[in-house]
């Protein structure tokens, strides 16, 4: 077994911010190298549920879809997702997720527009559920953290 | 570009003074994305060191403003109850240090990071009690009529929708990819619509923790006025009030005093008794305008026209906090 990349990251990040960052004297140069070294940092804590994250967020979408509003796979199929791949590449999972999230959002508008309470607050949990995942605003402690 | 921008702001400033003068340092403050902000003593004379801020024009910067917006509204301002720096010299062309340029003197203090909790114990009540009078003494004040015309221009009513019109824009031409919380955010906010505030008065556009210096316990100036403009004054006070800037102690805006306590400051101050209803509008628009900030930092640093880590940051980190308070406003309101 080798090292995750994302050990590697993590590695790298620390030597940004206590071992090279401190060895600079001007006060910008010093400040945008810590700040690389925190992005690095945020993006090693992500890395390894980046892809699964991705996968479910389509997988819930979808069923939201199916679940909430009128289209069926076929209707979905005719966007350009098709509802039976197993796509794995995060690349083409990341455009089916374009296709999905164009797709809630217009269903948003139809559920706001009949004002359809309980899809919107089905909606609403969905986002956030997405929102949740996504998210690395919750790794602000840790940069500051990381900072001290 | 240092090197070469400080070898043409000493022969400037020497011809813009009538003196020979030395740089003893001349160094770019880290932070902002509009501007490059430069730190520099220069000396003349026997003795004598002049502090001063030079905040020139980037190539590409998140939000277009002219220099002079951010002129006029220092200008207006300047010997008021609102402190800010003493303006020196302002240029619009880019011949004489090859971008627009402003030039100020420097104030004392230091500004905090927004995102530090408790970054101003154990002053944050003499701070806040300041904050938020400064911030109604903006609305309060009556611009004087040439810079309220140069303004003007800019103002299309009602205000409320050239705020939205403006910054909804920028979301759907810098975002890249699909936003369904962000999307039905701005929905929200062109169906239920604010009314227009009894006054149209200088807007800061962007009032908050991280703008102003201070020195222990006093406010000694409010920056960053680039997006400087006239509209409703609860424009202002609903971004400085975003829960963004006190992500880790909510109740506490901009880490200083309690919310409440805030508002009845500002009341007090500016004299306008607040409608929650309309201030709750421009708390959700807060938000938006704050999203189309961090998505156009995004679009800069992904589309290579500037990686300065600060673009990456403001997409990923603030980005992230306005769509959770957006997400939060519109499950309130169901």
């Known amino acids: 077994m080798k090292p995750d990349i994302n050990i590697a990251l993590l590695n790298a990040a620390q030597e940004i911010i206590n071992r090279f960052s401190p060895l600079i004297d001007d006060e910008y140069e010093k400040s945008r190298l810590s700040s690389w070294g925190a992005i690095i940092l945020i ?13 479910q967020e389509n997988a819930d979408i979808l069923d939201w879809l199916l679940k909430f509003t009128n ?13 039976t791949s197993e796509i794995q590449d995060i690349s083409l999972m990341d455009t089916d997720n374009q296709i999905l999230r164009g797709l809630l959002d217009r269903q948003i508008i139809v559920l706001e527009g009949n004002g359809d309470t309980e899809g919107l607050k089905a909606s609403y949990t969905l986002m956030r559920a997405m929102h949740g995942r996504r998210k690395v605003s919750d790794l602000v402690g840790l940069l500051q953290q990381s900072e001290s | ?110 500004a905090a990071s927004p995102f530090t909790p408790n970054v101003y114990s154990p002053h944050e009540v003499e701070l806040g009690e300041q904050f938020w009078s400064i911030l109604g003494e903006i609305a309060k004040k009556e611009i004087q009529e040439d810079i309220f015309k140069s303004f003007l221009s800019e103002l299309k009513e009602p205000c409320w929708k050239n705020e939205l019109d403006k910054w909804a824009k920028v979301v759907h031409e810098d975002s890249i990819g699909v936003e369904p919380i962000l999307e039905a955010g701005i929905r929200s906010l062109y169906k239920n619509p604010p009314k227009e505030p009894e006054r149209i008065t200088m807007v800061h556009g962007d009032y908050r923790s991280g703008n102003f210096l201070y020195l222990e316990n006093q406010i000694t100036g409010i920056l960053d006025w680039e997006m400087a403009h006239l509209g409703n ?45 309309d201030l709750e509008w421009w708390e959700l628009f807060a938000a ?7 998505i156009s930092a995004g679009n800069e640093f992904k589309s290579g026209k500037n990686i300065d880590p600060i673009n990456l940051f403001s997409a990923w980190i603030p980005g992230d906090i306005h769509l959770e308070v957006i997400l939060d406003f519109l499950e309130d309101r169901l």
């Not at chain 1, 993006?43 to 996968?55: G, Q, R």
């Not at chain 2, 277009?64 to 300047?78: P, V």
């Not at chain 2, 938006?288 to 961090?294: C, E």
Request: hydrophobic share 40%; proline share 4%; net charge negative.
């Open chain 2, 233 to 277: 004054p609860l424009e202002d006070l609903a971004w400085a009030l975003s829960p963004i800037w006190s992500w880790q102690d909510k109740e506490r805006p901009a880490y200083l005093i309690e919310k409440e306590q805030a508002i009845e400051i500002w009341q007090n101050s500016s004299n306008i008794n607040l409608d929650r209803k």
């Open chain 1, 43 to 55: 993006s090693a804590m992500k890395f390894n549920d980046s892809s699964s994250s991705l996968k």
């Open chain 1, 71 to 83: 289209l069926d796979e076929d209707d979905i199929s005719e966007y350009g997702y098709e509802v």
């Open chain 2, 1 to 110: 570009m240092p090197e070469e921008l400080s070898s043409l702001f000493l022969s400037y400033y020497s011809k813009l003074i009538e003196k020979e003068c030395i740089l003893l340092s001349f160094e770019r403050i880290f932070g902002g994305a509009s501007r490059e902000t430069y730190k520099i003593e220069v000396g003349h004379d026997v003795n004598k060191i002049e502090r001063l801020i030079l905040r020139v024009t980037q190539d590409s910067s998140l939000i277009e403003t002219d220099q002079k917006t951010e002129y006029l509204a220092y200008s207006a301002y300047q010997d008021s109850s609102v402190p800010v720096p003493v303006l020196l010299d302002m240029s619009e062309d880019s011949d004489i240090l090859g971008a627009p340029f402003m030039l100020m003197k420097e104030l004392q203090g230091a």
């Open chain 2, 288 to 294: 938006i305008k704050g999203m189309a900030i961090w």
